[in-house]
């Protein structure tokens, strides 16, 4: 399984945009193929940080979302809404036995 991790701050005038369009984009990802889940949080410290929670099945279900057309346009249009560039994190995992 690959799990991605990843958030963005936004600015207080562009925060409800950002959350729109990442509700948005969590829900189509989420029709995907090899998507296991696909969330976004406000971080309770920092309530103008989203965190954003991925899991896919391999990496070319991930690496093919990335090339959807929307997920590149998604990245652009909260990019030019926030503080500063995403930060994106990406792990090969294996899920323990219980």
């Not at 406000?42 to 279900?61: G, M, S």
């Not at 093919?64 to 809404?81: M, T």
């Amino acid at each position: 399984m690959i799990i991605v991790t990843g958030s963005i701050t936004a600015e207080p005038s562009t925060l409800a945009r950002i959350r729109e369009l990442s509700l948005e984009h969590v829900h189509r990802s989420r029709t995907e193929p090899g998507c296991l889940l696909h969330s976004v949080h406000h971080d309770v410290e920092d309530p103008l940080t989203l965190t954003f929670i991925e899991h896919w099945e391999d990496r070319p279900a991930l690496d093919a979302h990335f090339r959807v057309p929307e997920s590149g346009a998604f990245v652009k249009a909260i990019s030019a809404l926030a503080t500063g560039a995403p930060s994106m994190q990406i792990y090969d995992a294996t899920p323990l036995a219980l």
